[in-house]
């Protein structure tokens, strides 16, 4: 509600980095990037669940529970997606925009699939299996990299600007395991990481942007993004509070806070 429209203005509003040329078409940037902002100031500050990482620095995995589940609601953010890049067109009033639209439908999907290929394939060789997790996130960061710009660039470029996205999940979970920030879903890698990439990529396929612009504007509603976050968590921490207690954490809070087990079959049997 605060963070989201100062920046948001600075862009779309006509503001200071869209006079210096600054473009993100649907919000790299201006969306992802800067819930990606607030997400890692909220991980950090929050800190690890209980028994992510060990005291020798392993990582202990916390599988998902419900893989068919997330599978489903990674398809109805793809499908999403259509709504929130094509809606960016603002407007189906002549043949230009329509065709504009049909690209960015086009340009959005292909991204997409590039970020799952990218993702399946470097699972394959690094771990020698196919990770699903990291298939649908690639699938996410593929959306998320070409959001910047999904109605310039070729159908062959979008997938490239997908598969780097897929690409940079791969390596920025286990990257943020090493610094023992525990990215529950991968949202730091999908939305902050992939959106710093698609905001760049605009450089790449629209003549008029250039890289030094799109960085001074990454830089700046990324300060302005995770220093205000960081002011609320702190600001939430200390008051209200945003942690569970150990036994609430052990025992799941649908339990604590509704009084139903989600999962009464991972309880002990009597």
């Known amino acids: 509600a605060i963070i989201y429209p100062i920046q ?10 869209d006079a210096m040329g600054f473009s993100d078409y649907a919000g790299s940037t201006l969306v992802h990037s800067v819930g ?87 699972t394959q060789l690094i771990y020698k299996k196919v990770d699903l997790t990291m298939a649908l996130n690639g699938a996410i960061a593929g959306l998320v990299s070409i959001t910047a710009e999904p109605a310039d660039p070729s159908i062959g ?32 890698s999908a939305h902050l990481f992939a959106g710093i ?3 760049l990529a605009v450089a790449i396929s629209d003549p008029e942007a250039s890289f030094a612009t799109q960085a001074i504007g990454i830089i700046a509603i990324g300060a302005f993004a995770l220093v205000t976050s960081t002011i609320f968590w702190l600001a939430l921490k200390y008051t209200i509070g945003i942690r569970t207690d150990e036994e609430d ?16 079959e991972f309880g002990p049997s009597t």
């Open 197 to 199: 990439w698609g905001t």
């Open 36 to 122: 990606g902002w607030a997400a890692l100031s909220g991980a950090i500050i929050l800190g690890a669940r209980k028994g992510k990482y060990t005291t020798d620095g392993r990582v202990q995995p916390i599988p998902g529970a419900n893989l068919p589940l997330a599978t489903l609601g990674t398809f109805i953010l793809w499908l999403g997606w259509f709504g929130f890049n094509g809606g960016s067109v603002l407007s189906l009033g002549s043949a230009t925009s329509v065709i504009e639209m049909a690209n960015v439908f086009a340009n959005t999907n292909m991204a997409a699939v590039g970020g799952v290929l990218s993702a399946m394939i470097l």
């Open 249 to 264: 954490e052990a025992n799941g809070l649908d339990k604590a806070e509704l009084g139903l087990e989600a999962y009464p």
């Open 8 to 17: 948001g203005s600075w862009v779309w509003g006509g503001g200071w980095l």
């Open 157 to 188: 470029l979008s997938v490239a600007i997908g598969a780097v996205g897929g690409a940079i999940v791969v390596f920025a979970v286990p990257f943020l395991d090493k610094l023992k920030i525990d990215d529950v879903v991968g949202a730091i």
